[in-house]
């Protein structure tokens, strides 16, 4: 039995609301171990993919782990949907390898469930900045991996313009990181250009379908300073080719994008490590753009720091589209396995996504 297990007398708990940052118990009595995770609805159940986390390294030993609910409240362990590689040390996906915020969306024309994740490779920090892919029949998996890669690889950004992909600044002019000069050579393109060829770095990432049915890869780029949104293939398993650049030199990660009476929410974090950092949120009409800022959604006591997390997904309830639960991770580097969830509900004021916090809540909120 697990430490944090023995915390409750009851092994089964029945849950009547959500208890953001508490431990959450599944059928089994365990604390939920999907970190990072996001949410599929599929036929009437809730699917939470995550990152399986271990006490004392963030690196992926085990996988992507799926868990299933009717209400929300209550969650079935279904195991782990996609493993890391136990038995090739050089597959991508190799036991030790880092696997982070990983997403699952179903393709209705192929019938596949289709799970994206950042992949960093075994041994390398954070520097491959890949994109993983993976698919499966059944939503529970397992998930065959298909491939990891660095996503438009020779191909521009449509709002990059002829003088930014034709500059002749490289990286190695600037000496100096955040001086006045290579801030506006970032602006400009500075990294999407010294990343051109091997494709561009793709760290903290969502996944989004939009009413048509196409689906978007939305990832922090250009080392954590610019998120691209990509457009992807009727299969969902390519790029068409099709991006674009947001906030260029803004510095976000944790995206998590949504969609409400035809207009696009955009929540994202500053990138402060696991410590958590203010939320900032952004709409458009298009999800091309243009972007406008709104400012952090966060209200009250701890809106600063995002009541101490840091923003994952943004999912509607019972796939209705109309109301909205705001997903994030509370880290905790010391015991990773003791990362708490942090949901809470989106509300709507002035046209702006708002977030406040409550010790407890329930669905009741959106009726
Ligand atoms: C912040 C990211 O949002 C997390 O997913 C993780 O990559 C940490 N950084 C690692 O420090």
């Not at 490779?121 to 892919?133: D, M, P, S, T, W």
Request: hydrophobic letters at 35%; a negative charge.
């Amino acid at each position: 039995m697990s430490r944090l297990k023995k915390l409750f007398d009851e092994p089964e708990q029945e849950y009547q609301s959500f208890h953001p940052g508490e431990l959450w118990l599944d059928d089994q009595g365990n604390h939920i171990n999907a970190h990072g995770g996001g949410i599929l609805y599929y036929q009437g159940k809730y699917y939470w993919f995550g990152e399986h986390k271990s006490a004392n390294t963030s690196q992926a030993l085990v996988g992507v782990r799926c868990y299933s609910s009717g209400d929300l409240y209550h969650w079935k362990n279904e195991g782990v949907a996609l493993p890391v590689d136990e038995n090739n040390k050089l597959s991508p996906i190799a036991k030790g390898c880092t696997i982070e915020r990983p997403k699952v969306i179903y393709n209705a024309v192929t019938e596949q469930f289709v799970m994206y994740f950042h992949l960093e490779l075994k041994g390398q920090g954070y520097r491959a900045a890949q994109v993983g892919i993976a698919v499966s029949d059944d939503v529970k998996g397992p998930y065959k991996f298909v491939k990891s890669l660095r996503p438009n690889a020779g191909i521009w950004p449509v709002n990059m313009n002829q003088d930014q992909r034709t500059s002749s600044l490289t990286a190695d002019d600037f000496k100096e990181w955040w001086t006045p000069e290579w801030r506006a050579a970032i602006v400009d393109g500075l990294f999407v250009r010294r990343d051109f060829e091997g494709g561009q770095m793709s760290r903290d990432m969502t996944l989004f379908v939009d009413d048509d049915g196409k689906a978007y890869h939305i990832y922090s780029s250009e080392d954590n300073l610019t998120i691209h949104i990509a457009e992807l293939t009727n299969d969902y398993l390519n790029y068409t080719g099709k991006y674009v650049r947001l906030f260029p030199g803004g510095h976000n990660e944790a995206p998590a994008l949504f969609k409400k009476e035809g207009k696009y929410y955009l929540i994202t974090s500053g990138c402060t490590g696991w410590a958590p950092n203010a939320a900032r949120s952004a709409v458009a009409s298009s999800i091309w753009g243009a972007w406008e800022t709104l400012g952090n959604p966060c209200r009250g006591e701890g809106a600063e720091l995002t009541f101490s997390s840091q923003s994952t997904c943004v999912f509607p309830v019972y796939g209705e589209k109309k109301s909205f639960v705001f997903m994030a991770d509370r880290w905790n580097p010391k015991n990773h396995l003791d990362g708490r969830y942090v949901w809470l509900p989106i509300s709507f004021e002035n046209g702006k996504p708002i977030i406040k916090w409550a010790k407890e809540w329930d669905k009741y909120v959106f009726d």
